[in-house]
């Protein structure tokens, strides 16, 4: 039975992974900061596959160590998809709290290299890593200084980690607009129900994960999956 570590599980693009996942009976190691939203993914997953749900941030050292311990020694997938925002409605660079700027790098960037770093030593060739990125990485949306800066540097550390690992394959994906919660608040009082459910994304992740593409940067929107080159 193959393995996933995947952060930010309870909700998002993360559950609707995890529910795939284990509808294709893989294991699965998942956390979140919310206690109830947490139990009762577990409950629901426990249905179909073995899974381990253990609540937490992944920006406390104890709490990756626990999501490696709890994997065991063999890591197929490791999906860094826990992401915070920063402040909403989003403030633009010049009046950025450097507080929540930190905040926001530790999430996005410093959490997911540490626990990958943590996980390496544990993945067999050919094992994944899926860092869910942004378009924000790329583009020059006013007011995402703080989100995208820390995508963008995600994206840098996805590639850095491809090349020095050959024999693994690492993603940063794109995976869309979605509707979800993080959404919203990035649109405080905005109808976004036009969005497409993180759902539509998740065949473009599982073509990465079962296929053999290249390390890199893909986009998975509205079920297709595009690589992006520089």
Excluded at 71 to 76: M, N, S, V, Y
Excluded at 139 to 149: D, K, R, V
Excluded at 154 to 160: D, P, W
Excluded at 222 to 228: F, M, P, R, Y
């Amino acid at each position: 039975m193959p393995l996933a570590i995947i952060t930010g599980a309870s909700r998002g693009l993360g559950l609707a992974l995890a529910r795939a996942l284990a509808r294709r009976e893989w294991a699965l190691v998942i956390d979140a900061r919310g206690a109830d939203e947490l139990a009762r993914t577990e409950r629901e997953l426990a249905a179909l596959t073995q899974v381990e749900a253990i609540r937490g941030d992944v920006t406390d050292i104890a709490h990756r160590h626990a999501l490696i311990d709890v994997a065991g020694d063999h890591i197929d997938l490791l999906v860094n998809n826990a992401s915070a925002l920063g402040p909403s409605p989003m403030p633009t660079l010049a009046d950025y709290s450097l507080d929540a700027f930190r905040t926001v790098l530790e999430t996005n960037l410093v959490a997911p290299l540490a626990l990958t770093q943590l996980a390496l030593p544990r993945m067999p060739d050919g094992g994944a890593v899926i860092n869910i990125s942004s378009d924000a990485a790329i583009e020059l949306y006013e007011g995402w200084g703080g989100y995208g800066s820390a995508k963008a540097g995600l994206e840098q550390l996805t590639a850095i980690l491809g090349a020095e690992h050959p024999a693994l394959r690492v993603y940063a994906v794109d995976p869309g607009d979605m509707r979800t919660q993080m959404h919203q608040d990035a649109f405080p009082g905005e109808d976004i129900s036009d969005r497409p459910p993180p759902e539509d994304s998740v065949p473009g992740l599982l073509a990465l994960i079962d296929g053999t593409f290249p390390s890199g940067r893909y986009q998975a929107r509205s079920s297709a999956l595009t690589e992006v080159t520089a």
